[in-house]
């Protein structure tokens, strides 16, 4: 399978979320043996790309994390072909218009609320890649249109964030073993010698700048990894996964810039089509 999240690196848009989540996979397989890793995991590629701005330092530190957890992943002979991690240098849309197409699964999993709109769901979709995301953005339009069990869905809704956060400022927020795992075994030094005391004390704490888990990652957590082996399980289903992105493509239409322009000209420039001799 190949898995991809490529657009803008902002926290709120979660790779830390997408990465964790491999990273919690790739320690159940080292903990299996070869013949469950197998039957447990399907084979994935794991690619990433995205620019951020020269001094968004945490974007930077989650790039680094990315290629740290690539760079042992990717050379692991117990692992081989069950996983793979690709960051994409230089993303633009000449790198979009290959990998776009090539894909099958697409994250588009930003804390609910944060997206203001989002177009690379909608290019994804149009190419009969599956998404799975938060109900953000246009996310919320496309699973309407393609219908629900063509979108994996998991995660907190949009009104429920800012009940989450305070919940999290009183310090009743409990995280899930399994969130707390993954932590743990990133500060084990498995994927290198780099300190990422900054980055996992970003997910950590009630409350300050940089603290506390303002995007929600460790709340998400679960329902992320537990989303992803219903992917699996689909995965594994090759007519049921095609039928998926059929659908997904079928019920793209509305996204199309004709539509779009009709209707802009329609209802808000109040303007006729001229017709062509």
Request: proline share 3%; net charge neutral; glycine share 8%.
């Amino acid at each position: 399978m190949f898995d991809i999240q490529v657009k803008r690196i902002h926290e709120y848009k979660r790779r830390l979320l997408n990465i964790f989540g491999i990273v919690y996979r790739y320690k159940k397989m080292k903990e299996m043996s070869a013949a469950e890793r197998k039957a447990n995991f399907v084979p994935r590629v794991c690619i990433f790309g995205g620019k951020a701005f020269a001094t968004y330092v945490q974007a930077k530190r989650i790039v680094k994390f990315i290629t740290d957890v690539g760079a042992t992943v990717n050379h692991d002979p117990e692992i081989g072909d069950l996983l793979k991690v690709v960051f994409v240098p230089d993303y633009n849309v000449s790198v979009a218009e290959m990998l776009i197409p090539a894909s099958e699964l697409s994250q588009h999993i930003s804390t609910a609320g944060m997206e203001a709109s989002g177009t690379s769901n909608m290019k994804f979709a149009m190419n009969g890649c599956i998404l799975i995301g938060t109900l953000d953005g246009a996310n919320v339009e496309i699973r309407e249109e393609i219908g629900a069990d063509n979108f994996f869905f998991f995660g907190a809704k949009a009104h429920e964030i800012a009940g989450l956060r305070k919940e999290r400022a009183e310090g009743k927020f409990v995280p899930d073993p399994r969130f707390e795992e993954v932590k743990e075994f990133v500060r084990s030094g498995v994927f290198g010698s780099y300190n990422y005391d900054e980055l996992m004390g970003s997910l950590e704490g009630n409350e300050g700048f940089g603290r506390a888990d303002y995007f929600l990652v460790g709340k998400d957590f679960p329902s992320y990894i537990e989303c992803q082996e219903k992917v699996d399980e689909a995965y594994r289903n090759q007519t049921k996964w095609t039928r998926m992105s059929i659908l997904n493509t079928a019920g793209s239409y509305k996204f199309s810039s004709d539509r779009t322009i009709h209707e802009y000209a329609r209802e808000i420039w109040n303007i006729e089509p001229v017709q062509l001799p």
